[in-house]
């Protein structure tokens, strides 16, 4: 069966300082992934997606960046963290071609 | 970009049958509906999913006006545990997935 590991689960780190969220998937091959945001009490935002290796999407410019250096493995990184970094980072996939996607546990980051 | 409005919050009594709307009245021919939950601090859940005609699997049952500009998710016993925030969502098979804010349901016993 398929399992998506994203970590670490909460993450504390101050501003300025850089940023890497590891994302990856087993059970598949050539899954779509995606990195998402949510701020408290609002909607996911769709930050990055990506369809094969090095292939990356953009959907919103801000400091941080993605990187796919494996089928199965998704980065989320960033090199100066800002204080509206803070948030609920969630990474994701789906078959390709395919219909639903499952979606990690989530990584809460706040930045002090 | 999302392309669904849901009410923003909604309650249900425990037992009885929740009823959760969408609008997705630029839905194109191709797109699909899906149905998503997030229970507090956690990942999203897939529900159900439809293109044209009525589903129904084990959480949920999904109805699709015949113009596929509205869909209604009916939970046919709603219990505590089914209070989450549901997301409705229009996409093409293997393409990114928009949410909107969607619908705060609460459950009460």
């Known amino acids: 069966s398929q399992t998506i590991h994203q970590w670490p689960a909460t993450l504390v780190q101050p501003v300025g300082s850089p940023l890497s969220l590891e994302c990856t998937v087993e059970?598949?091959?050539?899954?779509?992934l995606y990195w998402y945001r949510q701020a408290a009490g609002r909607g996911l935002q769709l930050l990055f997606y990506?369809?094969?290796?090095?292939?990356i999407s953009s959907e919103v410019p801000q400091n941080l960046s993605a990187s796919r250096p494996q089928d199965r493995q998704f980065i989320l990184s960033s090199k100066k963290l800002l204080l509206s970094d803070s948030s609920f980072y969630l990474c994701a996939w789906s078959v390709r071609d395919g219909t639903e996607a499952f979606f990690g546990q989530g990584t809460r980051l706040t930045v002090v | 970009d999302a392309k669904t409005t849901q009410p923003p919050s909604m309650d249900c009594a425990e037992g009885r049958a929740a009823n959760l709307p969408c609008n997705h009245s630029?839905?194109?021919?191709?797109?699909?509906v899906y149905w998503y939950r997030q229970i507090h601090s956690q990942g999203p859940q897939y529900i159900i999913h439809g293109l044209k005609n009525n589903e129904t699997n084990e959480m949920a049952s999904l109805i699709i006006t015949e113009d596929r500009k509205s869909s209604t998710l009916i939970l046919p016993h709603a219990t505590l545990r089914d209070t989450a925030v549901y997301y409705c969502?229009?996409?093409?098979?293997?393409?990114?997935?928009?949410f909107g804010t969607g619908t705060s349901l609460t459950v009460i016993p």
């Open positions: 059970g598949t091959s050539n899954p779509n």
């Open positions: 969502i229009v996409s093409l098979t293997g393409n990114q997935f928009y």
């Open positions: 990506s369809v094969g290796i090095g292939q």
């Open positions: 630029t839905i194109s021919g191709n797109e699909y």
